[in-house]
């Protein structure tokens, strides 16, 4: 038996769900000119150049996230630009990538000089036609779930894959039924899209400033101390899986922590995906039970992630899975923030490149780690050099923080303004 769809008010049932009942569903082939370039068109590797007076050569490359990098896009001589009128730019044109990562998106809001630019292959280059829709609108509607759905229905390929310019023309694309609300939405995005990528520069600029007081305030200086680092560090890791398997892995929030590397990046920790073991499992390895203030790293694949062990929550218990190795002072030699910050420097960094081991997965041993040298302020200065650094992390992480935030509204958003959900007029 066919469960009968319940119609919502004001809202019509069609190939894509409910939409408003004023709003149309188009067949994009009939509103859209869409174009790319047919095969290369003699167009040879040779001919790209990096001359400014020379016409932009876009690639599918030269984007992401809806955003151009037009200082590394290659350029052609003039006469190849004009051999395919066709697929010449304007201000207004939406590109997508049709090969490879399908469905990648710009909108081109500037050409900058020399005010030309043509394509490459793999890319489609899409105009209204007779004014049928907004650009813009476009280009949010392209970055919806109905049209990843109607791409994963088309593509073809096995491990290339890609979808055809006939395909795309087949799609159905909800429009409202006027520009100006059609304008409305895609404004309101662009809003939203406006301030992600100012917070993105921002975190961008903060990352920089916090890596250049990292080299700077942990640069040697006179009168700091070396010593190995297996002179002033406890240090373990798993030996062996110990019989651990993967079956005894757990989510009950009652039992031991079990991190491994892929729970931790950037410094921060994601407790909710980290899974659990038995209390006896977290009981055979004492020597490797956290404790706050600990320093994980990971020592095998990517090498050198690390943690710095703030808290443990609830059931206030963890264990380490193999490939970590966890860091401990030896009697209050050093302050646990700053061995963070100095594993985070250039100098611990180009120690792994010297030591690490293998040739399509890399590792470096315990016994390698212990002989860095590590310099050492003292107790006073290593306490303000941690106190700096961490600072700037709570700001960043504070920007992170407001960053994910605005991304999951602006999904929201289209979630809401994309269906017709909510509207703007």
């Known amino acids: 038996m066919v469960e009968e769809v319940k119609i919502v008010e004001g809202f019509q ?33 040779a001919e790209f150049t990096m001359h400014p007076d020379d016409p932009f050569l876009i690639t599918g490359m030269n984007f992401k996230d809806g955003e151009i990098k037009w200082d590394e896009v290659y350029h052609v001589p003039f006469e190849r630009y004009q051999i395919a009128k066709e697929i010449q730019l304007k201000v207004g044109d ?52 109905y049209f990843k759905n109607h ?7 096995t491990t290339f894959f890609g ?24 404004i309101a995005l662009s809003d939203i899209d406006a301030l992600i990528e100012r917070l993105e520069k921002l975190l961008v600029k903060k990352r920089n400033i916090k890596q250049g ?49 892929m729970n931790f990046k950037d410094g921060a920790i994601r407790w909710s995906e980290v899974y659990h073991v038995p209390e006896d499992r977290y009981e055979i390895a004492k020597e490797i039970q956290l404790k706050e203030d600990d320093v994980l790293m990971t020592k095998d694949g990517t090498i ?26 030896l009697n209050g030699s050093y302050n646990p923030k700053f061995l963070y910050y100095q594993l985070d420097s250039k100098l611990f960094k180009d120690f792994i490149e010297l030591r690490k081991t293998g040739t399509t997965f890399f590792g470096i041993s315990q016994e390698a780690v212990g002989d860095y040298q590590m310099y050492l302020p003292s107790p006073e200065e290593q306490e303000f050099v941690s106190n ?11 920007i992170e923080t407001q960053l994910s935030k605005y991304k999951m509204l602006k999904t929201g958003m289209m979630q809401e303004l994309l269906t017709g959900k909510k509207r703007l007029i």
């Open 13 to 45: 049932q069609t190939e894509l769900g409910l939409i408003p009942k004023d709003w149309e569903l188009k067949v994009f082939g009939d509103i859209s000119f869409m174009k790319g370039r047919i095969g290369w068109q003699g167009l040879k590797q």
């Open 94 to 145: 939406v590109l997508m990538t049709k090969d490879g990562t399908i469905g990648k998106l710009l909108y081109i809001k500037n050409i900058p000089y020399p005010y030309k630019a043509t394509l490459n292959s793999h890319l489609l280059v899409f105009r209204p036609l007779n004014n049928s829709y907004y650009p813009l609108y476009l280009y949010y509607n392209l970055s919806s779930s």
């Open 151 to 157: 791409i994963e229905l088309y593509k073809s390929g």
């Open 163 to 186: 979808i055809s310019q006939e395909s795309v023309s087949k799609y159905l694309i909800p429009l409202p039924p006027n520009k100006a609300e059609q304008t409305a939405i895609a």
């Open 213 to 261: 007081a990292i080299q700077e305030l942990l640069r040697p200086k006179e009168g700091w101390d070396s010593k190995a680092l297996k002179e002033v560090s406890y240090m373990k890791g798993r030996i062996g899986w110990q019989g651990l398997k993967q079956a005894e892995f757990t989510m009950n929030p009652d039992q031991p922590f079990l991190i491994t590397g």
């Open 304 to 329: 050198g992630k690390l943690l710095y062990v703030s808290e443990i929550p609830y059931p206030h218990k963890a264990t380490l899975n193999s490939h970590l190795l966890v860091f401990r002072p």
């Open 388 to 398: 700096t650094l961490w600072a700037m992390d709570e700001e960043i992480e504070q």
